[in-house]
């Protein structure tokens, strides 16, 4: 965890966020995972030492880069919100109450483009019958684009801890149909993977990092489909070797109650896999910021 | 059509005109740049002699140059042949460097796995690269610069793109010779999809299909006409590809500096016709397409060509008569 965090501090741009390598520009999911795992980390309340300066100075670039319609681009120059917006949301209460309603309005205004009116009378017109996991609203990585596992899962778990504070039926609505389409994207085998269990007739298997991601999502479900899903959850880190993918299926896993193995990842590691690393050593040790 | 085992300068200065009165007029008909067929019955062939060979005909001079190499990674799967095969890129990575490359770096950005480390591992790249995490560049977290698209083919009006490649001075598709359940065929047009950053478009880059999947291509085509191609068709992959399909042993490599030519090529080794291939007619037209502008090295078609099973939905861009011989 120490050593994740000191990586971390290292890692920092003079202009408080965060690149994906250690020597690239700042980029938004980045930036929130490392004050994630700086936070999961307890650094927060050390006032004046060289953590608290980081997440001071983070906090500062992420809140800047709040753009007009409330919501956040992957990086400055890119001129659209997307998904990177959930992860702003995911941060503990460092964002004033206005921003953080303004992120999450423009959420809630986001969707899968297949469950639009449009998409689906065109299919009604032509005949076309809506596929059965193509059923529930979800959250696209990009606007105008269709619904995948990771966004709708990092959405879910941004809206649902807002909602712990502050009760509101739009967003209880979506979150119902957020869990009815992950559990609805499941692969032949149990897990996730993009959110394509499909191509043409043919089936899909998962991978692991949606596999962690979207059991993390679920936690607290106890919907019957879950205990195949971790199996092979459990079965994907035996054979996973990337701290990235072993992170998130750490989280999963302890998020449903599992005790994860600790397994070998390979040694080189971008900001986000160091970042999920030290979030799911702090989960080991009952701090997951995801959910709690 | 006639091959010549070589490339004679009469096809190589034909077919750099060509490309010139096709890119200045629009409508103009000339020789597109010359296609290479080489043969490599496995890959412990000498590949890397072969990629000398590759660059030598082609008069590809590198010197001091930037060369990215972009392999087609998407998924592992051990039961099928899903990425570009690591000792292929690996050879490309010696001949350039041997040729004077001042830099040759190996990118890819997957359009399904975000875990792009992860899957180089699985499909064999790190045991076949030594320092392989040194040479290579995630083109979905790369750094991006927002290119306008002129008189675009798809609903684009833009893209960010990676300045990793923007920057280079040499871009190199190297795609596995595969069939595509919705564009016929994937080879190295198409293999430019792992250009378009998820970092910023996510994991699919789903924008590049509600915008038309074979017009995002046509326009990505566009962006980089100068592509290098070299196709990994030692073993192929046919049926519902790009994922699902069974390996298709060829035994063969295509390449060669215009990638419509060298796609139109690979259709045609592959009994697809090139000119029901949506994105090869919208980056060139019909009837730029013909086999005899493109003027061909080393196999024959007819040598090489056999028909790779298509999906039932795919069965009418089957070429109806293929090359005697075939």
């Known amino acids: 965890m120490a050593?994740?965090?000191?990586?971390?501090?290292?890692?920092?741009?003079?202009?408080?966020?965060?690149?994906?390598?250690?020597?690239?520009?700042?980029?938004?999911?980045?930036?929130?995972?490392?004050?994630?795992?700086?936070?999961?980390?307890?650094?927060y309340s050390s006032e004046g030492t060289r953590s608290a300066v980081a997440?001071?100075?983070?906090?500062?670039?992420?809140?800047?880069?709040?753009?007009?319609?409330?919501?956040?681009?992957?990086?400055?120059?890119?001129?659209?919100?997307?998904?990177?917006?959930?992860?702003?949301?995911?941060?503990?209460?460092?964002?004033?109450?206005?921003?953080?309603?303004?992120?999450?309005?423009?959420?809630l205004s986001q969707s899968g483009r297949e469950s639009g009116f449009i998409y689906r009378l065109r299919l009604r017109l032509l005949g076309v019958r809506l596929d059965a996991n193509q059923q529930f609203d979800g959250w696209p990585w990009y606007p105008g684009t269709a619904a995948w596992v990771a966004p709708t899962a990092l959405t879910f778990l941004a809206l649902q801890k807002l909602n712990s504070s502050t009760r509101d039926a739009q967003i209880e609505k979506r979150l119902a149909e957020g869990k009815a389409f992950l559990l609805a994207r499941r692969c032949r085998d149990g897990g996730w993977n993009h959110g394509s269990t499909q191509a043409l007739g043919y089936d899909s298997d998962s991978y692991p990092e949606t596999t962690g991601v979207a059991l993390l999502a679920l936690h607290g479900s106890n919907a019957p489909e879950i205990g195949n899903a971790l199996e092979v959850a459990e079965r994907h880190l035996r054979a996973s070797h990337s701290l990235e993918a072993t992170s998130w299926l750490t989280l999963g896993l302890l998020a449903h109650g599992r005790s994860p193995a600790e397994v070998s990842v390979m040694p080189h590691q971008g900001t986000v896999a160091i970042s999920l690393a030290a979030m799911a050593g702090a989960a080991r040790q009952g701090r997951n910021l995801f959910v709690s | 059509m006639s091959a010549s085992p070589n490339i004679t300068r009469r096809q190589w200065v034909a077919g750099a005109a060509g490309t010139t009165i096709l890119a200045g007029c629009g409508t103009s008909l000339g020789k597109l740049a010359p296609v290479s067929i080489l043969r490599a019955a496995s890959y412990t062939e000498d590949l890397y002699a072969l990629m000398q060979r590759i660059i030598s005909e082609h008069r590809l001079d590198v010197r001091g140059k930037r060369?990215?190499?972009?392999?087609?990674?998407?998924?592992?799967?051990?039961?099928?042949?899903?990425?570009?095969?690591?000792?292929?890129?690996?050879?490309?990575?010696?001949?350039?460097?041997?040729?004077?490359?001042?830099?040759?770096?190996?990118?890819?950005?997957?359009?399904?796995?975000?875990?792009?480390?992860?899957?180089?591992d699985a499909a064999g790249y790190f045991s076949t690269f030594?320092?392989?995490?040194?040479?290579?560049?995630?083109?979905n977290l790369d750094e991006v610069t927002k290119v306008n698209l002129i008189r675009p083919h798809s609903k684009l009006s833009s893209l960010y793109l990676p300045n990793t490649v923007l920057g280079c001075d040499l871009l190199v598709s190297m795609p596995k010779m595969k069939t595509h359940h919705w564009v016929g065929a994937t080879l190295s047009m198409k293999n430019l999809f792992g250009l378009v950053p998820g970092g910023v478009y996510g994991w699919p880059k789903n924008v590049l299909h509600w915008a038309g999947i074979g017009e995002s291509i046509a326009d990505l085509h566009t962006l980089f006409p100068r592509?290098?191609?070299?196709?990994?068709?030692?073993?192929?992959?046919?049926?519902?590809?790009?994922?699902?399909?069974?390996?298709?042993?060829?035994?063969?490599?295509?390449?060669?500096?215009?990638?419509?030519?060298?796609?139109?090529?690979?259709?045609?080794?592959?009994?697809?016709?090139?000119?029901?291939?949506?994105?090869?007619?919208?980056?060139?037209?019909?009837?730029?397409?013909r086999e005899d502008l493109i003027p061909q090295?080393?196999?024959?078609?007819?040598a090489v060509s056999a028909a790779f099973a298509l999906l039932p939905s795919l069965e009418s861009i089957r070429l109806v008569n293929p090359a005697p011989g075939s």
Not at chain 1, 13 to 38: F, I
Not at chain 2, 95 to 109: C, L, Q, S
Not at chain 2, 297 to 302: F, L, P, R, S, T
Request: proline share 6%.
């Open chain 2, 227 to 289: 592509t290098f191609s070299i196709v990994d068709g030692i073993v192929g992959m046919e049926g519902n590809g790009p994922i699902q399909g069974t390996p298709r042993p060829m035994g063969i490599v295509v390449a060669g500096a215009d990638p419509v030519a060298v796609d139109a090529t690979c259709c045609r080794i592959m009994h697809i016709d090139p000119r029901r291939v949506s994105y090869l007619t919208l980056a060139a037209g019909e009837a730029q397409l």
């Open chain 1, 55 to 107: 997440v001071r100075t983070g906090l500062q670039w992420l809140t800047a880069g709040q753009r007009s319609d409330g919501g956040w681009a992957p990086r400055s120059g890119v001129d659209e919100s997307t998904w990177v917006t959930a992860l702003a949301l995911l941060l503990p209460a460092d964002l004033s109450a206005g921003d953080r309603q303004r992120a999450s309005q423009w959420l």
């Open chain 2, 130 to 139: 030594p320092k392989f995490e040194s040479l290579f560049t995630d083109l």
């Open chain 2, 67 to 120: 060369v990215v190499l972009k392999p087609n990674l998407v998924e592992f799967d051990q039961n099928t042949v899903i990425n570009t095969h690591p000792k292929m890129v690996h050879a490309a990575l010696e001949a350039f460097r041997a040729a004077g490359a001042a830099d040759v770096r190996v990118a890819e950005g997957p359009g399904h796995r975000r875990v792009t480390l992860d899957l180089a």
């Open chain 1, 3 to 43: 050593s994740y965090s000191e990586e971390l501090l290292d890692r920092q741009n003079p202009d408080g966020g965060w690149g994906y390598s250690r020597v690239g520009s700042s980029w938004t999911e980045p930036t929130c995972y490392a004050l994630l795992a700086l936070a999961a980390g307890e650094v």
């Open chain 2, 297 to 302: 090295a080393g196999e024959k078609i007819a």
